[in-house]
Each structure stands twice: as C-alpha cells, then as structure tokens.
C-alpha cells in the first residue's frame, strides 16, 4: 500500500495501523445488492461512456460516485438515464485534515477506489464467493500518465488511474482476500475513440455535453475553463468523433491563440503546443516512450 500511495502522489509514505477504535452499529438486516458489477461515474465524460458500455454489455451495474460541488446533479442524472434499475451511490469522504490542505488532490483516487471496493463487497455475488469487478474507466492517454513535455514529469501530471498504481492497489485487494477485481477497460484507447467506440451513440448524444472535464471546474465558476490539459483533451475529442462541442455553458477561454497580457500564462497550452510539435517533428515515440514503460505498463 506504501508503493501504491508513493507512485500516486510522489510523497514518502509512512502508514502505522493502531487497533481499538469505534467499531459502527451493524444494520438491523443486510441487504445485499442483486447488481453484478461496480462502475465508478464521476460526471466526466469517461466514466459516463463507461457505464453506458457497461449496461450495453448486459450487465447490472451499481454505479458509485465521489460527490463534488457542481457534479452531483448530473451524476444523478447520468445515472437515472442510464441505469435505473440500479442503485447509484453517491458518497462523500468528507475528510477535513487538521492542517493546511494539498491543492493539488494527487491521492484522491484512493478514496474513489476504496468506495468502489466497498461496494463491490456489498453485492450479493460477492457475498456468493464470486470475484466482482470494479470498472474504473479512463481513457489511456490521461490515464498512462503521457507528459506533454520534459518539464511535466512525475507527479505533474496525473496517475489517479495509471495501470501501475492499479496493478499494486490490485495486489493489496489480493492480499487481503477482497475478492474485487480493478478493470479499466480503456487504458490504451484515447478520449476520442472512446465517443466512437460507445456503444450507445444517442444515449452518449443527449448526455456528453453535460459531462465535466475540466480541472480548474470550480475556480472558474463551474464552466470549463477550456485551456487544462484536461479540457484540450476534451475540445480536441470532440474533433475526432466529429460531433459538435456544444459543452454546457461553453469554455471560458474558448480561443487558445490569442497573443496578449490576459492570456500570457496559458502554460498547459504552450505545452501541447509543444508536444505537438514533437509529434510532428521526430513522431509520436519521441512523446510518448518514456512514459510507456514495459514494466511499469505490464
């Protein structure tokens, strides 16, 4: 678990287990859920092609989502529309650390993960002895970790859902006999074949634009910023699927060339500028080798 939580924020780890504390009032009757599969849905776009290629797979899944100012409702929505039989679930950590707070959220997906697994525990397959999976979709290019340019390595960009923090966060479920399986099924397709490849395009049509992508979401009033990694990610998407990008309430850097003081410090789009040319230049192994790392990949 030390290994895992070091790989996903880059800090140095020390965890000490104490025994004792309030053990919770159990439930007067357990319920187990007849779902037979978890998806995690954020109220990103990826999550949202996820469930949506779930049920068109013919399974049941309990959707289970990380509560966040500005996403709720369309969690809620996304999960009516899409699975209503099934219960979403709808959690919030609401951890309150007694000093100053790391901005940066680079360990969050460990609270995510820990709802889902909770969960997935929670079904009555699992309760039957069955081994029950936990679909983590994100497409592979955020997900592997890609730096855009030499200066962006590590922990500067994200590992929420690298193959290898899932690898060892998966050898800990293991070890401990959970019985839950970590799946991204998308870890080596791109945003844009992901709105392709869904396999329910008028569902995905009446929902997408809705969806949130943007890093910087509620420092900019719950809009998208349209200039973060993730939101270029997002616009450049939407060219490969070939649909209109009509995002709920636009981008507020909606033109990325404009050469003045306001936009001087726009640095994610100098860096895919610059990762661009790199591509075009010396090839797309010129940008992408050195974060596909046989070992670390698997």
């Given at each position: ?27 007067r009757q357990a319920r187990p859920r007849q779902e037979d ?262």
């Amino acid at each position: 678990m030390i290994e895992a939580l070091c790989f996903l924020s880059g800090d140095i780890w020390n965890l000490e287990f104490v025994g004792g504390g309030v053990i919770p009032v159990p439930p007067r009757q357990a319920r187990p859920r007849q779902e037979d599969m978890v998806c995690l849905l954020s109220g990103g776009m990826d999550s949202l092609i996820g469930a949506i290629d779930a049920v068109h797979e013919g399974k049941s899944p309990l959707l289970v989502s990380q509560m966040a100012k500005g996403d709720t409702a369309s969690q809620a929505r996304f999960a009516s529309m899409i699975a209503r039989a099934s219960l979403h679930l709808q959690l919030n950590h609401h951890a309150r650390p007694p000093i100053v707070s790391e901005r940066s959220q680079r360990a969050r997906s460990i609270a995510f993960l820990g709802f889902g697994v909770l969960a997935a525990t929670c079904l009555q397959s699992h309760r039957d002895g069955a081994i029950v999976e936990l679909r983590i979709p994100e497409n592979g290019f955020i997900s592997q970790n890609v730096p855009l340019t030499s200066l962006r390595m590590g922990t500067l960009s994200t590992r929420t859902t690298h193959p290898h923090y899932l690898r060892l966060v998966q050898s800990v479920l293991d070890d401990a006999q959970l019985r839950v399986t970590l799946h991204n099924p998308y870890d080596h397709t791109t945003k844009g074949e992901m709105l392709t490849g869904c396999a329910d395009q008028g569902l995905l049509t009446q929902l997408v634009d809705e969806s949130t992508s943007c890093g910087r979401f509620s420092r900019t009033g719950f809009q998208h910023c349209g200039r973060c990694v993730p939101c270029q990610v997002r616009r450049a998407s939407y060219l490969a699927w070939g649909h209109p990008d009509h995002t709920k309430k636009g981008y507020k850097y909606a033109p990325l060339g404009q050469n003045n003081a306001k936009h001087a410090r726009f640095d994610d789009v100098r860096s895919v500028a610059m990762a661009i040319e790199t591509v075009r230049r010396h090839g797309v192994d010129a940008l992408i080798g050195g974060a596909m790392n046989v070992q670390l990949l698997g």
